[in-house]
């Protein structure tokens, strides 16, 4: 199996392992490419896929009407929309930001956030009904017990004594972090994270299994090496250094990603993330 497994992010339910990889490869040799003219093999890289673990069933209904405002209504949802309109604004000068706001009905609010977000750079034309489903497919993995054990266990199945580097992004981070935590020792002794959310204090970092002991998140066993990259205008990695927050030697990297600052593709092609690649792999 491959010395490289890549871990996806949200709103990928309609994708596949193959179809990702397609996209992730050519991105990641770029960015090998960048740091030293190292490469690798198709067959050396595979792709751990959960997308489909929140991808609705068919129905022979016409199905339910689109998400609107008024369907965030669980608080998790809730924080994580305003804390990334908060984000939005404070990168992105043509985003107002909530303070105005914050005396304003709940839905009315909720709306607010959904119009900024959506004529931000980082999420220019998504339509509200999907940002709604990315924010419910992060509170689902981390309070849903079932879905989160299944998805960690993608993870697991794709991991084997070959594999050497997990390169994981955006939630992809969140489930990677806890997939290693369950396989001790014998696990891949390099991790890279982009576009992370774990350290959002709270909403997702209080929340990890293992939990944080003392405020502190705890290091995987078996990793020797973590490297966090994140750009500055990432809202969704809303903290950008991790160190600060978990035990071990984790370095961190700021990168620029242009308007794209969260796609996994100018990540992976970074000089930094290859460099990272080139370290844990040659």
């Known amino acids: 199996m491959g010395r490289v497994v890549l871990v996806h992010g949200i709103a990928q ?114 339509a509200d009904h999907l940002l709604i489903g990315a924010l419910r497919q992060v509170r689902r993995y981390l309070t849903d017990h079932d879905i989160r054990h299944r998805i960690r266990q993608r993870v697991l199945d794709t991991l084997t004594e070959d594999t050497q580097l997990v390169v994981a992004h955006s939630l992809g981070s969140v489930v990677a972090y806890e997939a290693l935590h369950m396989i001790g020792t014998s696990s891949p002794r390099a991790l890279i994270t982009l576009g992370s959310p774990l350290g959002i204090r709270g909403m997702i970092f209080d929340r990890l299994l293992p939990a944080p002991q003392a405020h502190v998140g705890l290091w995987p066993s078996g990793i020797t090496s973590w490297t966090n990259i994140a750009d500055r205008g990432d809202i969704v990695a809303l903290v950008k250094t991790l160190a600060p927050l978990f035990q071990g030697a984790l370095a961190d990297f700021a990168v620029h990603n242009g308007v794209k600052a969260h796609d996994v593709r100018p990540y992976l092609t970074s000089q930094e993330t290859g460099a990272a690649i080139r370290a844990a792999l040659w």
């Open 13 to 126: 339910q309609t994708m596949g392992p193959q179809t990702l990889l397609a996209e992730w490869l050519p991105a990641l040799q770029d960015g090998l490419t960048m740091a030293d003219g190292s490469s690798l093999t198709s067959g050396e890289v595979v792709m751990s896929f959960y997308g489909d673990v929140f991808r609705p069933s068919g129905t022979r209904s016409v199905g339910r009407p689109p998400l609107t405002a008024d369907d965030v209504t669980d608080p998790l949802d809730q924080e994580l929309l305003l804390a990334w309109w908060a984000e939005a604004a404070r990168v992105d000068p043509g985003v107002s930001g909530p303070a105005a706001t914050t005396r304003l009905r709940t839905p009315y609010m909720i709306q607010r956030a959904l119009d900024a977000l959506s004529h931000s750079r980082f999420f220019t034309g998504l």
